[in-house]
């Protein structure tokens, strides 16, 4: 049983392309998160919500747009993709804000 | 600010010698510090982790101690073994809703 799952896996794509990736938990946690691992494997936190909420919303251009239908599930869609959005981007899950976290697999993405 | 740094940035020892990674964090007011190992293709898992209220945590091979007056804690592990290979992260939370993650050691544990 997949505690955090990420879809897809593997996204290539084109510059100024618009793409999304999905993410669900099914741990029953409140907190949901995304973060950037970039080619130095740098962890940055991108966004947190909360049952829905958004809590964190780090320094990251207005492409980048999080939402939460319900709180088992963080989307990310990214309109206008640039070369520099290449890198792996994490979905996490907690059951309580900055506690222990559980990461999905990740999605590599690509921008050609 | 929010920082955390970890030291050093890549580590080698011969298989069964100790590895230590550590790290040092700002906030005073931090008292939830995990470690994650990362391997290579996978994503960040959690293997141990230490609130403030403890100065030592042990799990088998692996331990982690905290200095909260030096703001600084440190990962231990024992006997290593190839499998330990992987990149590890310390982290620190700042108030209740995030963690600041240190920028990694990458540790190769030589046959």
């Known amino acids: 049983d997949t505690a955090v799952s990420q879809t897809p896996k593997y996204l290539v794509t084109q510059m100024g392309n618009d793409k999304s990736i999905k993410c669900e938990q099914n741990?029953?946690?409140?907190?949901m998160y995304w973060y950037k691992q970039d080619s130095k494997k740098f962890l940055k936190i991108m966004f947190s919500?909360?049952?829905?909420?958004?809590?964190i919303n780090e320094t990251v251009p207005n492409r980048f747009s999080p939402k939460s239908p319900d709180k088992a599930h963080l989307n990310l869609h990214i309109n206008s993709l640039e070369l520099g959005d290449s890198a792996v981007y994490f979905c996490?899950?907690?059951?309580?804000?900055?506690?222990?976290?559980?990461f999905g697999p990740g999605t590599r993405l690509t921008v050609t | 600010g929010e920082n955390v740094e970890q030291h050093p940035s890549t580590l080698s020892v011969q298989e069964g010698d100790s590895a230590v990674i550590k790290c040092t964090y700002s906030?005073?007011?931090?008292?939830?510090f995990p470690w994650y190992k990362q391997e290579l293709g996978k994503r960040p898992q959690l293997i141990i982790d230490?609130?403030?209220?403890?100065g030592e945590k042990k799990d088998q091979r692996i331990a982690v101690t905290l200095n909260k007056t030096a703001k600084h804690f440190s990962l231990h592990i024992t006997e290593t073994q190839p499998e330990d290979s992987a990149v590890y992260f310390c982290?620190?939370?700042?108030?209740?809703?995030?963690?600041?993650f240190g920028t990694g050691t990458r540790l190769t544990i030589i046959p």
């Open positions: 996490a899950s907690s059951q309580q804000g900055a506690r222990e976290q559980y």
């Open positions: 741990l029953g946690h409140d907190t």
């Open positions: 919500y909360n049952n829905k909420e958004l809590i």
């Open positions: 906030d005073s007011a931090s008292n939830y």
């Open positions: 230490i609130r403030s209220n403890v």
């Open positions: 982290a620190a939370n700042f108030g209740n809703e995030k963690l600041t």
